[in-house]
């Protein structure tokens, strides 16, 4: 027997033992090589993130609002941990044997389970040989007594980690805080790790890419016992952290912390924007809080809660978010509107008739200039009368639908009933209704002017934000125009953004300005205007205030005063809308000084109107708890 | 024909260059593994790297001896030769164990492992008995001596214990296949036995390597799909042992190869196959049922490292939660090669499989493909696979171009051998087979194995040159 072809059987062994394995190679290195390079990262090549501190913010002026301050965090890697005396440690870092034992416990199951698709099991994301930051934040001064006694607790060291300070403890509701990425940011945004801190307010949040820079990554090889071997392939992969460019605020932070001193012991907002710019000067939001009493998990955990159930709602940004009815103020854009549609012209006078609805007493107004110096009712009624009921068609009812879109098409162009393209979030739009909005209220066909006259006095369904307000007195001060009120000035030396470099034209031309920025100077200058104590020597400012009727529950409640102003009345400096709620007095009483001392500040750099500060200051209004 | 008086007249370069190039990687995976920032010659010999070279040196003088000695002499003296390295593996025996085995002989601090050279002892003999009988001759006999040949010292071997050498042994009984030994006398004395079963010769003796492939591929699909518990829709509630499938399977396979053979063969053997077919079925079931019975009366981790070799379930992956090791080695081999990807991480960049991070245990040694292919990426894997098969194929066609059996019995057997040691170590290192501890042929760290695979193949190498002036 010959037994020569079995030689073919041992080849075929071989050649197919080493296609075989020529096949699993491929299958492992080629195709399924990311699973085992993440596996390789796991086990030995440990990729760590070095995120760069947040961007600085800077005022108008330069001055330092946002930094960064140096803090340590106290980390613990369990597989180190050799006998570990929990009654030492923690008399170490001030707590009880129980204590340090529940804090150990936090980390591990903190970390929560993962879905394993391999195992078809949860697994503990967890790990032994993993540093857990034990204790965080703590300051230079606590760190200090505990770091030179670590040498007797192996598993434990310090770790340097930096976190906002605010030198100025003003303008909270504008800069926002930081907080920790939540699951659901982390897994929409690979930027994100457990613990990452992220934008949770204001600019912090709008800017939150520009603010936290790029991460830096280091690649490093460690060894089974986790000890670092060394750079992954001589750092050829490592990167560097980019801090953000640092951001340069419109705000003047002096004027910011003055306003809010102002509006103590009162519910209210100032919004002051530079009218040639659109920069936000000041957004003062009364009350506030300190904006380091949320800085860090800490005290973000001790604050926030107490910041949540204050009654007065200091979390809550007003100038942005809430929205009220502008009263008085809103007769401005009603001459303006009424002059640009030809149905009134700048010499139109009307009888100041309180039959039709309340007025005080001053002489009949013959013009728009008197009108508005005087702010006459009755004039201004039928001023929106005319708008609204133009007789265009027969029907007063389709008539008034006709004319409300009209009219709130002009109101739009103002930057009202829509949201501003500021840049912060918690925007609100307030509300300028038209014939679709009243036609749901009320039925179509159901309501014409008379049923909504209240609207032209700024009473009714109108709703202002203070923000948009305070647009309305800078396009009064650009007499037509406005830039989108904004709060970055620049990142870097890049300049404000394309859309902040664009003026919105309203729809009234600029010849009918004239005669109401004559009745806004008059308001404040002359005898029988409603803001004489506004007034600032050497200084003229442009003005108009406003009473504000308001119920809760249909329950008369205090009156609130408004004032919107600029100065000077050439080449203004500074527009200014002032909201302070439940006053009881009109907007000349509290609104009007209060703007005026913030002008005057601003303007001058010093108030001398030390009576009128004093007054402002000291008074407890709006039923402050 | 004229005697070949030059040494290397009929030297066969390819094979020595594939010698030479395998040497020489393994070398610089060695230098790359084991690297020491304080000693970076290559040359230290206080480190691996030096002394591998030390041990590459010697064991290229001892093929130099290998060649001057005429190859007459090993033929006459492989009893003693044999003999020889019994007495070795009976001596390490009385050596102070090393890692659990008594596996080395040690002078100092150099030490051997005889069961590397043990080995060439069973290669010469073998060759040495096969050669001396004709096939027509071959009987119950010859099979047994044949066998006694190899088991003497695998057994000695297991008492080591040193199973990975253990196993490598069974790579003989390819070399017996190929020279046409067969098991049918004594398979069908058994067969025999079994009343009104007459067979004049069983197709199963004779080809035992493809049974033997049969018989582990049945073992193999009989742990993997008997171990899950049959549930049927049938009968609600009830859970019936999962090895119940293999038996459906192996009856179906059964009734399937008996109407194939009922059609193949002529009428007068439809008897035959009726109890060919019955055997084969009996025989299966005996020898899963027993496998499936065997393996769940196992200890808990012994189970798990074949369950997770099968794998029937992965490993909990995650440092430091590994429980007792058992996928411990395996998957961070497994890691270190597969995240090499398709062109590897560098020259001295792997990260998982180095000595200094010690994530692979034993990289420079057992492990050493997975450095290799970290480093090289598929692109040096497979070039290392490739040169590998290539190998053992130039010492088949050595192997079959040799006039006199000695020679190619003894070809066969380096060329089963290093087959062997090649599919383990490789097939370990990529999670084919289960871990078993042996060196990768030429490439790992180590005099002993370095040394007896030299003179393994410098021997084979002296045969061949010679190969015109044997004549059986």
Redesign the interface.
């Given at each position: 027997m010959n037994f020569d072809a079995r030689r073919y059987v041992i080849v075929t062994f071989i050649v197919i033992t080493g296609l075989m394995y020529g096949i699993k190679l491929f299958y492992m290195q080629v195709v399924d090589v990311e699973n085992w390079k993440l596996e390789a990262q796991r086990i030995a090549e440990k990729r760590k993130e070095i995120p760069p501190p947040r961007a600085v913010v800077f005022d108008r002026n330069g001055k330092k609002v946002v930094e960064n301050k140096t803090y340590y965090n106290l980390m613990m890697v369990e597989e180190d941990m050799v006998g570990l005396d929990t009654v030492a440690f923690g008399k170490l870092v001030g707590m009880t044997k129980d204590e340090v034992l529940a804090r150990i416990d936090e980390i591990k199951f903190g970390e929560g389970k993962y879905y394993n698709p391999h195992t078809k099991k949860k697994q503990t994301n967890y790990q032994r040989i993993r540093p857990y930051p034990f204790l965080k934040e703590l300051t230079a001064d606590e760190m200090s007594k505990i770091v030179p006694h670590l040498d007797r607790f192996p598993g434990f060291y310090e770790e340097i980690t930096s976190m906002r300070n605010y030198p100025y403890a003003s303008g909270a509701n504008i800069l926002g805080y930081l907080a920790e990425a939540t699951q659901a940011e982390i897994d929409n945004d690979k930027f994100y790790k457990r613990a990452d801190k992220i934008g949770r307010a204001g600019i912090e949040r709008f800017y939150e890419v520009e603010f936290r820079g790029e991460k830096g990554v280091k690649y490093i090889v460690t060894s089974a016992r986790q000890n670092n071997v060394g750079s992954f392939e001589d750092g050829k992969y490592d990167t560097t952290a980019v801090q953000g460019d640092g951001i340069i605020l419109g705000l003047d932070i002096e004027l910011q912390a003055y306003g809010e001193k102002l509006l103590q012991n009162k519910k209210g907002c100032i919004v002051a924007i530079e009218p040639s710019t659109g920069e936000i000067l000041a957004m003062v939001s009364s009350p506030s809080y300190d904006p380091n009493l949320l800085v860090g998990r800490k005290n973000i955990n001790k604050n926030y809660p107490k910041l949540v159930e204050d009654p007065n709602i200091p979390l809550f940004p007003r100038p942005l978010a809430s929205e009220y009815m502008p009263g008085s103020t809103f007769k401005l854009i009603q001459a303006l509107i009424g002059m640009q549609e030809e149905v009134i012209s700048h010499d139109s006078g009307f009888p100041c008739n309180k039959s039709i609805v309340g007025c005080h007493n001053h002489p009949n107004a013959q013009s728009v200039t008197q009108a508005v110096q005087y702010s006459c009712n009755p004039y201004f009624y039928a001023v929106t009368r005319r708008i609204i009921q133009q007789g265009k068609v027969k029907s007063s009812f389709r008539d008034s639908e006709i004319g409300i879109d009209i009219w709130a098409n002009y109101m739009h162009s103002f930057g009202l009933g829509l949201k501003l393209n500021t840049d912060i979030t918690g925007l609100r739009a307030g509300n300028i209704p038209d014939s679709k909005y009243y036609n749901k209220w009320y039925g179509k066909g159901n309501w014409k002017f008379s049923t909504i006259r209240s609207i032209s006095i700024g009473q009714g369904e109108v709703q202002l934000t203070p923000l948009q307000l305070a647009n309305v007195a800078a396009i009064m001060a650009n007499r037509g125009w406005y830039y989108t009120p904004h709060f970055v000035k620049s990142i870097g030396d890049r300049g404000p953004r394309i859309d902040y470099t664009i003026k919105n034209k309203t729809l009234v031309d600029r010849k009918y300005f004239g005669y109401v920025v004559e009745g806004m100077r008059r308001v404040v200058h002359e005898p029988g205007g409603t803001a004489a104590m506004a007034r600032i020597p050497n200084i003229v400012m442009c003005g108009k205030t406003g009473t504000v009727e308001n119920y809760i529950h249909g329950v008369k409640q205090k009156n609130h005063s408004v004032f919107i102003a600029f100065a000077p009345m050439n080449n203004p400096k500074i527009a200014i809308a002032v909201f302070i709620e439940n006053t009881g007095g009109g907007g000349g009483t509290w609104a009007a000084p209060a703007a005026s001392l913030v002008i005057e500040k601003y303007i001058t750099g010093e108030v001398k109107s030390i009576e009128k500060e004093k007054r402002i200051m000291d008074a407890e209004l709006s039923n402050w708890k | 024909m004229r005697k070949n008086d030059s040494i290397t007249g009929n030297f066969d370069w390819i094979l020595f260059g594939v010698y030479l190039l395998l040497v020489a990687f393994g070398v610089t995976t060695i230098y790359s593994v084991a690297y020491n920032p304080d000693n970076p010659s290559i040359f230290s010999f206080d480190e691996m790297y030096g002394r591998q070279l030390m041990w590459v040196a010697v064991s290229l003088f001892l093929g130099l001896l290998v060649f001057l000695i005429d190859s007459e002499i090993y033929r006459k003296f492989s009893i003693p030769i044999y003999i020889f390295c019994l007495g070795l593996l009976v001596l390490v025996l009385f050596m102070p164990p090393i890692n659990g085995a008594r596996a080395w002989l040690g002078f100092g601090s150099f030490g051997i492992q005889p069961g590397e050279f043990a080995k060439i002892g069973t290669a010469i003999l073998l060759s040495n008995y096969m050669s001396s009988f004709n096939?027509?001759q071959q009987n119950g006999q010859t099979v047994l001596v044949s066998l006694a040949i190899i088991a003497v010292p695998m057994l000695l071997i297991m008492l080591q214990p040193d199973a990975g050498t253990f196993v490598v042994f069974t790579a003989f009984l390819?070399v017996m296949?190929?020279?046409?030994l067969t098991f049918d006398p004594i398979v069908l004395k058994l067969v025999n036995l079994i009343p009104g079963v007459k067979f004049k010769s069983t197709w199963v003796g004779t080809h035992f390597?493809?049974i033997l492939f049969v018989v582990v591929f049945l073992i193999v699909i009989t742990l993997i799909i008997g171990h899950k518990p049959l549930v049927l829709d049938y009968f609600p509630g009830q859970v019936f042992s999962g090895y119940w499938r293999m038996f459906a399977a192996l009856l179906s396979v059964t009734v399937i190869g008996y109407l194939v053979m009922r059609w193949m063969f002529s009428k007068r053997e439809g008897r035959r196959a009726f109890t060919i077919a019955i055997l084969g079925f009996a025989l299966s079931v005996l020898l899963t049922a027993g496998v499936h019975t065997a393996f769940k009366s196992l200890p808990y981790h012994q189970k798990t490292r074949i369950e997770l070799w099968l794998g029937i379930?992965?490993a909990?992956?995650?440092?430091?939660?590994v429980g007792d090791g058992a996928d411990y080695n395996r998957?961070?081999a497994?890691?270190?090669?597969?995240?090499?990807?398709?062109t590897g991480?560098?020259y001295r960049?792997a990260?998982?499989a180095s000595i200094?991070?010690?994530?692979v245990p034993e990289c420079e040694t057992d492990f050493i493909f997975s450095p290799w292919?970290e480093e090289r990426?598929?692109l040096g894997?497979?070039v290392l696979?490739?040169l590998?098969?290539f190998f053992?194929?130039r010492i088949?066609t050595i192997?079959?171009r040799q006039r006199s059996k000695y020679n190619r019995v003894y070809a066969?057997s380096v060329?089963?051998i290093l087959?062997y040691h090649?599919?383990i170590n490789?097939?370990m290192n990529?999670?084919?087979v289960p871990i078993i501890g042996i060196p990768l042929p030429l490439f790992s760290y180590g005099g002993s194995s370095m040394m007896s695979f030299s003179i393994m193949i410098f021997l084979l190498l002296k045969l061949d040159s010679q190969r015109k002036d044997a004549l059986n």
């Open positions: - | 096939v027509k390819f296949y190929r020279e046409g390597i493809p379930y992965e909990e992956p995650g440092t430091g939660n998957s961070r497994m890691t270190a090669v597969g995240s090499g990807g398709f991480k560098g960049e990260s998982v200094k991070t010690a994530h292919a990426g598929f894997s497979a696979v490739i590998y098969t053992l194929l088949i192997a079959e066969y060329a089963m087959f090649f599919a490789i097939g990529i999670g084919l």
